[in-house]
């Protein structure tokens, strides 16, 4: 039986080590294709930072002045997120939290935003995500995805997302597709920019 690639989001007693040494996707501010769409005023609301590690991405919406919150998995991150937060006197809140059961946080969202979590996972977990998405983000409300491409080269990394692995994640009776579009995801130790896509949803 293959060995679970993402122990942490099955079992919240798995080994906390993504952020023992500084992971390649730790790159210190936010991505840019996420400060682009800052620039151009597509956050808004109530934003999820989903995923957060150590939080670029909710302080970039703190930053806007909202409502800003992240969740993760992983103790360390969010150690490190709340004391970014704090070394800019910004206010986000970060919680530990499954993004398979993003349900049971009990609130509603207007942005979400996804840089390098959906594409770790595939079947049934994919399912389990999108699920989430569709209970949390608010009718009107907006999905922003940021994942690894099958238009980059080599077989090292995470699983390579096409648009069509995109595209039929999410029910047409619950999304409405606004965008896709390839991007450019920045990466540790240069960092060095790797092939993404960016794909922009809407909560019918």
């Known amino acids: 039986m293959p060995t679970d690639p993402h122990p942490e989001y099955h079992d919240p007693d798995a080994p906390d080590t993504l952020y023992t040494t500084k992971p390649p996707w730790d790159i210190d501010r936010p991505q840019p294709a996420f400060a682009a769409l800052a620039e151009s ?3 808004h609301g109530r934003v999820l930072d989903l995923g957060c590690g150590t939080g670029e991405h909710a302080l970039l919406a703190a930053g806007l002045g909202l409502d800003a919150t992240g969740i993760d998995q992983s103790a ?3 150690e490190l997120a ?4 704090a070394d800019r006197g910004l206010k986000a809140s970060f919680r530990r ?3 398979l059961d993003l349900a049971s946080l009990g609130e509603t ?3 979400v935003l996804d840089c390098g979590l959906f594409h770790l996972f ?3 977990d994919r399912a389990a995500l999108v699920s989430g998405l569709t209970a949390i983000v608010r009718p009107g409300g907006h999905y922003h995805l940021l994942g690894f491409s099958d238009r980059q080269p080599g ?3 995470p699983h390579r997302l096409s648009r069509t692995d995109i595209e039929s994640a999410f029910p047409a009776a619950d999304w409405h ?3 896709l579009e390839p991007a450019t995801l920045d990466i540790n130790p240069t960092p060095v920019p790797v092939a993404a896509w960016l794909a922009a949803f809407t909560r019918r």
């Open 177 to 179: 597709l606004d965008s």
């Open 109 to 111: 969202f207007d942005t």
């Open 82 to 85: 709340r004391a970014k937060a």
């Open 155 to 157: 077989d090292w990394g």
């Open 41 to 43: 005023g597509a956050l």
């Open 97 to 99: 939290h499954n993004a």
């Open 76 to 78: 360390q991150a969010l």
């Open 122 to 124: 595939d079947g049934a």
